[in-house]
């Protein structure tokens, strides 16, 4: 008789044993996924400042490295230098066939050799500071080659002497010289050093044909 009083009580302390347990295996039971995830690797951003490509083959850590950007005063020689060397290798190439002195045609072919090398170097100048370079003579250029493309003999002569062997070549020479004392650019400045005396001979040598 005196055991029935004790069973609700050992079904009590049971029941409170349970109740205790659970809080436990609920804790180590905790999905892994409540553990902070490690932070990601940071991707180094290879570009050059701005999102711009880098002209610089070395890469993205050498930009200091990289050709400096051609001023306002370069890039206006660079434009107008280029377009009239191609004006005159175009009115060179014409008197160096059709021209009725030999002198004159010996002028022009060394003026066409001269222009081309001096194109090339320039491209190669040009492509460094990542800088086109005009395909066409300029526009004002155009109706002096049409007209050389019209005549012949004497006339052909004066024409190509006086206009493009001297009047023009003068103005080439100023343009160079200006450039020379306000550039800031070091090839840009080598290839007038280099190009200029030869600029002066041959403007000297037409002179010279102009006068005889």
């Not at 290798?89 to 066939?97: G, P, Q």
């Not at 050389?148 to 190509?160: C, N, P, V």
């Given at each position: ?83 009239n060397g ?78 493009v062997a ?47």
């Amino acid at each position: 008789m005196l055991n029935r009083p004790l069973r609700p009580l050992a079904s009590t302390l049971l029941l409170l044993s349970a109740l205790m347990v659970m809080p436990a295996i609920a804790q180590t039971g905790k999905p892994a996924t409540d553990t902070p995830s490690a932070p990601e690797r940071s991707h180094r951003n290879t570009s050059s400042p701005g999102g711009g490509q880098n002209n610089n083959p070395e890469g993205s850590d050498m930009e200091k490295s990289a050709p400096a950007a051609l001023g306002r005063a370069d890039r206006s020689f660079i434009t107008k230098v280029a377009g009239n060397g191609l004006y005159e290798l175009e009115a060179s190439r014409l008197a160096a066939t059709r021209a009725s002195d030999p002198k004159v045609k010996k002028l022009a072919a060394q003026t066409v050799a001269e222009n081309t090398q001096a194109r090339k170097e320039l491209e190669e100048l040009a492509s460094k500071h990542n800088y086109p370079l005009p395909s066409r003579m300029p526009e004002d250029k155009q109706p002096l080659v049409t007209k050389l493309s019209q005549i012949k003999g004497k006339d052909f002569d004066r024409f190509y002497v006086h206009q493009v062997a001297v009047k023009d070549r003068k103005d080439d020479l100023k343009l160079a010289e200006r450039a020379l004392r306000a550039t800031k650019t070091g090839d840009v400045k080598a290839w007038i050093d280099k190009h200029l005396p030869l600029m002066k001979a041959r403007l000297q040598a037409a002179e010279d044909i102009e006068k005889g």
